[in-house]
């Protein structure tokens, strides 16, 4: 028995699917970039961990990995409009290819923040990998080059989405039907 309970969760996209979706995207970037160039894909904490992860298996290049802390939303599902650097990035992106890796793009505030201060460190590029879209919920447009997938105006959990602070571990993506955490 897992520890969730599945009567609570609607799943979204299961472990196969998510997997080949994410295969696809790898291959469109390796096809992009070039192994001369220097390359990192920059993971935003902590939603984006399992799909960093993955991603960065399936992209045949020499990549650097980092991590950027943000945090725009606290406990609550309502985006408050303000983020917050929790971690900087450990290395220099000064004339590197970045590629951003979110979990999910929802109202775009946090990623047009994002955008506007890897711009000031002078990267050779930035492009955007994130594996899910709420466009029923953009204030800002974001031009993400790598999606996963677009999604309706569902909060989501699991695959490095939480919800209270739990549930990143789940293997899939699902909506909780429940009231509480589906635990
Ligand atoms: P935005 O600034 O685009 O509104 O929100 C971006 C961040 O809000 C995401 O990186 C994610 O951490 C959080 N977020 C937005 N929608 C969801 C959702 O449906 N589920 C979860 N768990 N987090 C979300």
Same mark, same amino acid.
């Given at each position: 028995?897992?520890?969730?309970?599945?009567?609570?969760?609607?799943?979204?996209?299961?472990?196969?699917?998510?997997? @080949?979706?994410?295969? @696809?995207? %790898?291959?469109?970037?390796?096809?992009?970039?070039?192994?001369?160039?220097?390359?990192?894909?920059?993971?935003?904490?902590?939603?984006?961990?399992?799909?960093?992860?993955?991603?960065?298996? #399936?992209?045949?290049?020499?990549?650097?990995?980092?991590?950027?802390?943000?945090?725009?939303? %606290?406990?609550?599902?309502?985006?408050?409009?303000?983020?917050?650097?929790?971690?900087?990035?450990?290395?220099?992106?000064?004339?590197?290819?970045?590629?951003?890796?979110?979990?999910?793009?929802?109202?775009?505030?946090?990623? #047009?923040?994002?955008?506007?201060?890897?711009?000031?460190?002078?990267?050779?590029?930035?492009?955007? #990998?994130?594996?899910?879209?709420?466009?029923?919920?953009?204030?800002?447009?974001?031009?993400?080059?790598?999606?996963?997938?677009?999604?309706?105006?569902?909060?989501?959990?699991?695959? %490095?989405?939480?919800? @209270?602070?739990?549930?990143?571990?789940?293997?899939?993506? %699902?909506?909780?039907?429940?009231?509480?955490?589906?635990?």
């Amino acid at each position: 028995m897992p520890f969730y309970n599945t009567d609570k969760i609607d799943v979204l996209f299961d472990e196969e699917t998510l997997s @080949q979706r994410i295969r @696809q995207l %790898g291959e469109q970037i390796t096809a992009d970039y070039s192994a001369d160039e220097p390359l990192v894909m920059v993971g935003v904490l902590k939603g984006s961990f399992l799909f960093l992860a993955d991603l960065c298996r #399936a992209v045949d290049l020499p990549v650097e990995i980092d991590f950027l802390g943000l945090s725009s939303y %606290g406990d609550s599902e309502q985006s408050s409009g303000v983020v917050r650097v929790t971690q900087d990035l450990s290395r220099s992106i000064e004339g590197k290819h970045v590629i951003v890796v979110e979990d999910i793009v929802d109202t775009g505030l946090t990623m #047009a923040y994002l955008l506007e201060n890897l711009a000031t460190r002078n990267p050779a590029s930035v492009k955007i #990998a994130s594996l899910l879209h709420k466009p029923a919920r953009t204030k800002v447009d974001i031009p993400i080059d790598y999606l996963g997938f677009e999604i309706p105006d569902r909060f989501v959990i699991g695959y %490095g989405l939480d919800s @209270q602070n739990k549930l990143r571990n789940l293997p899939f993506i %699902g909506v909780n039907v429940g009231d509480g955490l589906p635990i």
